[in-house]
């Protein structure tokens, strides 16, 4: 049986381990893990970005799973390359899924006054950006929050407030939980709901989230 590779991208300030919950089979699926690269400069594009992640799927018509920004990511990548599927899980599929304080930053700029103690410390950014529900556990998931380099995070902040995806790609499935506090459900169109999931799922419901990737895969 020829076994289908699905790459994984880990959402913004996180690594692979936010994976290590998900029971797929290893009979039916390779598994590879992608990780952030550091950007050439501030004004890099997520396009170009994009473009260079690219260089680091090794197999043909792969399938990408993304979780919130690296959600945004893979489907950035998906128009450079030929994939089977795209599956984001707690992310958005085109600016209109964006919540408004990310409209409202993007307009106004202000994420170019965030104070670097904020972009490097991420409990301290999580506190000013996107609200007291992820603070309270910003501690418990530490762990899971691994990339703190100073230039990627402002670049990340940067394209995941300002991303403007027109309308949803196609051949893509959108996972999302009812509870997720980033992205808010009552903005999010054609998705599979997730009750009482929040934006740290892929952590706290990976059996529920493994059943749905695998029943997508397998339709």
Known sequence: MLKKHIYFMPGLAAGP??????ALSKEHYELHY????????????????????????????PILVGVSFGGIIVQEMSKFMDVQKIIIISSVKSKKELPN??????????????PTKIVTNFEDYAKYFVGKSLERKAKMYKKYLSVRNKEYLKWSI??????????????????????????PIKSIS???????????????KAKEISK?????LTC
């Open 101 to 114: 304080r990310f409209k409202i930053a993007a307009k106004s700029k202000i994420y170019k006054l965030f």
């Open 17 to 22: 381990e936010i994976f290590e919950n998900l």
């Open 158 to 183: 940067q394209n995941a407030i300002t991303w403007n995806q027109e309308e949803p790609l196609k051949n893509i499935a959108h996972i999302h939980g009812t509870n997720d506090e980033i992205f």
């Open 212 to 216: 749905i990737i695998d029943a997508t």
């Open 34 to 61: 992608l990780t952030w690269l550091a950007p050439l400069s501030l004004k890099e594009t997520i396009a170009n970005y994009a473009m260079r992640m690219t260089d680091e799927i090794k197999h043909e018509k």
């Open 190 to 204: 054609n998705c599979i709901k997730i009750k009482n999931g929040n934006h740290a799922m892929i952590i706290i």
